[in-house]
């Protein structure tokens, strides 16, 4: 089996020993994204101890109140300078409608901050799939994945005219809108994901379930597993590239 990529992680969350089976574990290539500022930082230090961990910072839509307080966005401009990606940042019109002006306020700044600082970003729009490829349409920026992708089937063809990518979340083994969505996209934009710790209607996902998401995939795409992980591993990398981020293990990769 090739390498397993997981482009969004929430790592930081994750206990100690656990974290030990995935950092330097060369079977494993991870974009771990933040919560909130302390998760921000606890997620930077992490990268810096293992090889294989690209970090993301940022302010989760669900963490967003009535009120982004400024010294909590300069601490984030402040912690963003010294990594290539923002995430997991994005709009929530599904679980958190109520806050959603603030959260369209502080989105556009994040967008701003990652078009100034060519940043990549691993993006959550649950029930504003449309509302976050309009503001994205705003701004230039290139690294964006929108993680969890179940948005209207329709947008997958703007998402991969973009030179978007998509995230394909393990829940795939138990979601069959995720499975018609593998279906219908393109194979150049699919990354596959854990969303780990989060649980999904009993399901707790990790990366340990994505090669058999990946044998999911597989069928769906009739494409060799072989061929497939060769896939995702370049799209991968070549999301981490368009934010200038060249992690070690992309000597690796054929470009
Ligand atoms: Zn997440």
Redesign the pocket.
Known sequence: MAMIVDS???LHELPQHIISRYCNNEKFVLLA?S?DIPSSEKTIDLSGKCKNVTAAVGI?PWNIKEEIPTDELERLKALAGRVRFL??VGLDKRFVPDTFKTQLCFFRKILSLAEKNGMGL?I?AAGAWRVVLDELASYRVRAVAI??FTGPYNLIKEIADRGYYIGVNVALKIQKKARLIVEKAPLGILLTES?AP?SYRGMTLTPDEIPSAMRIISDLKGVKIEELSEAILKNFSGFLSKAGAAPTWLAKVDP
Do not use: A, Q, R
């Open positions: 969004h992680i929430h994204v919560d989760h995430g997991e691993s959550h993680h969890w969303d989060y």
